[in-house]
C-alpha cells in the first residue's frame, strides 16, 4: 500500500497506476494523461493544456486543477459522489452520479470514474 507523489513533472505522456493508496501529482505538464489509483483519492495539478486525461479512482475523491483557460468534452461518472465544477459545462447529459458536456470549445478529453468519492473541478 503506498501512495504516489510528485511534482513539477513535464513530459507529453503521463501514466501512473497504483493498486492501493493514492495519486498525488503538483504542477504537471503533459498533454497525455492517464492515472488509476485501486483504492484511493486523486489529487493533480495540471499546468498545460490538455488532449487526453483518464482518471479512474476505485475509491476516493478525484480532485482535478486545471487551467482557467481548459478547453475539453468531459464525461464524468460517479458511483456514490456528487460532481463539483468551477468551470462552465454545456452538459448534454446531467444527472446525479454522471455529466457529460463541453468545456470551451471541447478541444481535449477528459474522463473520469470514481467508484465512491466525489469529483472536483477546480480552476487553477
Known amino acids: 500500500m503506498g501512495t504516489i507523489r510528485a511534482s513539477d513533472i513535464d513530459v507529453k505522456t503521463l501514466k501512473a497506476d497504483v493498486g492501493s493508496g493514492g495519486i ?3 504542477r504537471v505538464k503533459a498533454p497525455r494523461i492517464d492515472l488509476d489509483a485501486g483504492s484511493g483519492g486523486v489529487d493533480v495539478e495540471v499546468l498545460s493544456a ?3 486525461l483518464r482518471v479512474d479512482a476505485g475509491s476516493g475523491t478525484v480532485t482535478l486543477r486545471l487551467p ?3 478547453s ?3 464525461d464524468i461518472e460517479t ?3 456528487g460532481i463539483d465544477s468551477d468551470f462552465a459545462v454545456s452538459a448534454n447529459n446531467f444527472q446525479r452520479h454522471r455529466l457529460r458536456g463541453r468545456i470551451g470549445d471541447g478541444k481535449g478529453r477528459i474522463r473520469i470514474e470514481s467508484g465512491s468519492g466525489g469529483v472536483r ?3 487553477g
Open 24 to 26: 498525488r501529482l503538483a
Open 50 to 52: 490538455i488532449d487526453d
Open 68 to 70: 482557467a483557460t481548459l
Open 72 to 74: 475539453a468534452d468531459v
Open 79 to 81: 458511483s456514490s459522489g
Open 121 to 123: 473541478l477546480i480552476k
